[in-house]
T-cell receptor, first 114, second 112 residues
């Protein structure tokens, strides 16, 4: 596609339910990032995929959060047993591996846990 | 460690210069970036600087890098109301993986 696509754009879920967020990166981009942005706050790093290397999961806030990526394509971020503090915009970005290239961001998924 | 800090808010008058500051902790950062996030939109790259440079100019934007103090700044000349946005600095941390770490963001409000 022309850019990074995320779905759904908005998700309202009940506390305790599981949610799955999807990111379609730009074709050919080996690097994929997930960030969380709470209202009025900065970007919190969650997880980073780079090619076939083991993902950097150091930013995942708890074991309720997990993410997968199939090869260099789609990634899904799963949040189990959602809590109200999980409410945020979840942003995905992709880039090529070259160190000075731009990371292109999707529009984000706004998750609201009620 | 990976820690990038910015002041939260800056207000300027239209036509004035804006200076947004950022401090980072990882001296091995190779590239440092400025991204802009407009209301309701995703982040877009504004400019970047390689760590062996101390200044980069791109039209109204000037990036200054002080490696000794681990301080990065973005100067916007002749600030316009359309420059109102949140500005994030970012660094690639751990050169082997190029993981991108963002600062807390600075909200720039431009008063007409």
């Amino acid at each position: 596609g022309a850019g990074v696509s995320q779905s759904p754009s908005n998700k309202v879920t009940e506390k305790g339910k599981d949610v799955e967020l999807r990111c379609d990166p730009i074709s050919g981009h080996t690097a994929l990032y997930w960030y969380r942005q709470r209202l009025g706050q900065g970007l919190e790093f969650l997880i980073y995929f780079q090619g076939n290397s083991a993902p950097d999961k150091s930013g995942l806030p708890s074991d309720r959060f997990s993410a997968e990526r199939t090869g260099e394509s789609v990634s899904t971020l799963t949040i189990q047993r959602t809590q109200q503090e999980d409410s945020a915009v979840y942003l995905c970005a992709s880039s090529s591996h070259m160190p000075n290239t731009e990371a292109f961001f999707g529009q984000g998924t706004r998750l609201t846990v009620v | 460690g990976e820690d990038v800090e910015q002041s939260l808010f800056l207000s300027v008058r239209e036509g004035d210069s804006s200076v947004i500051n950022c401090t980072y902790t990882d001296s091995s950062s190779t590239y440092l970036y400025w991204y802009k996030q407009e209301p309701g939109a995703g982040l877009q790259l504004l400019t970047y600087i390689f760590s062996n440079m101390d200044m980069k100019q791109d039209q109204r934007l000037t990036v200054l890098l002080n490696k000794k103090d681990k301080h990065l700044s973005l100067r916007i000349a002749d600030t316009q109301t359309g420059d109102s946005a949140i500005y994030f600095c970012a660094e690639t941390w751990d050169g082997a993986t190029n993981k991108l770490i963002f600062g807390t963001g600075t909200l720039l409000a431009v008063q007409p």
